[in-house]
């Protein structure tokens, strides 16, 4: 991280990140605490939320890990609140969380569709609403997690791709809401990011000839290029931007 910038204004700033034990959100955890900010991070993966919060125990703010069910938003407005109890009033929130389970047309059931919007788009507002009251105190920065997949027309997952397309939606309403508040909304719009996950199921040699076919640049998307965007969309360095959409996808779009 050495040759990456640092962002004085994130130093001490209270940041909530959704989903991150793993993969993107684990990246986010762990660049954000390297800045010095004070971060929590929920996830429904308890083990690799409690060993990666211990892995950073060094930094100058040990990450809080609150295991947490999102589509249970009682559970989401608790760890809110307990976030802001131990951290102050929350500076940044990163909406990250997402499951992008491939499935078919013919194999979604209504509980299923439900089940989507209930991971990949209703806690993205709620946990808005949740920070909303102590963060208009100070202004703040959030940023809502999108995808490619829908603007590439990809299918597969129709259910994760329809509630990606309304985080935009919902990204340009809040910020037209939060604006007076000096509240910033955006949303971070990866490309096929290299997680082991996406590894482990899904990037197969067809993938990857894909991925070299649709990338401009000829390299592996990782969670540290997403993560590096977050940075400077919750730093003051991008104080003036809101509503707007950032894709980080090696030029796929």
Same mark, same amino acid.
């Given at each position: ?6 962002? =004085? ?17 684990? #990246? ?34 040990? =990450?809080?890990?609150?295991?947490? /069910? ?7 407005? !608790? ?20 499951? /992008? ?15 989507? !919007? ?11 609403? #949740? ?21 590439? &027309?990809?299918?597969?997952? =129709?259910?994760?791709?329809?509630? &990606? ?24 719009? =990866? ?8 590894? +482990? ?34 730093? /003051? +360095? ?10 980080? /996808?090696?030029?796929?779009?």
């Amino acid at each position: 991280m050495s040759n990456l910038a640092i962002y =004085p204004s994130l130093v001490g700033k209270s940041v909530f990140i959704t989903g991150g034990a793993t993969g993107i959100g684990a #990246a986010l955890v762990s660049a954000f605490a390297a800045q010095g900010a004070k971060v929590c991070f929920v996830d429904i993966q308890q083990q690799a939320g409690e060993l990666l919060s211990e892995s950073l125990q060094d930094s100058a703010h040990k =990450p809080l890990f609150i295991t947490c /069910d999102l589509t249970d938003i009682t559970q989401l407005r !608790q760890a809110v609140a307990t976030a802001e109890q131990v951290f102050g009033a929350v500076d940044v929130l990163l909406n990250n969380a997402a499951n /992008d389970t491939r499935h078919a047309v013919e194999d979604v059931t209504p509980e299923f569709w439900d089940n989507c !919007q209930a991971v990949n788009l209703k806690p993205a507002f709620f946990a808005a609403q #949740a920070v909303l009251a102590k963060m208009k105190m100070a202004g703040g920065s959030i940023i809502n997690f999108g995808s490619i997949s829908w603007m590439t &027309k990809q299918g597969g997952m =129709p259910g994760y791709t329809t509630a &990606k397309a309304a985080i935009h939606g919902l990204t340009r309403s809040l910020a037209s809401d939060f604006g007076p508040f000096n509240i910033r909304v955006n949303t971070l719009v =990866p490309g096929w990011v290299m997680t082991q996950r996406q590894l +482990d199921n899904w990037v197969d040699e067809d993938a990857k000839k894909l991925i070299a076919y649709n990338q401009c640049l000829d390299a592996a998307l990782m969670p540290q290029d997403i993560a590096n965007l977050a940075l400077f969309l919750a730093a /003051d +360095d991008s104080s003036m931007i809101t509503a707007q959409s950032f894709n980080v /996808d090696a030029g796929w779009v």
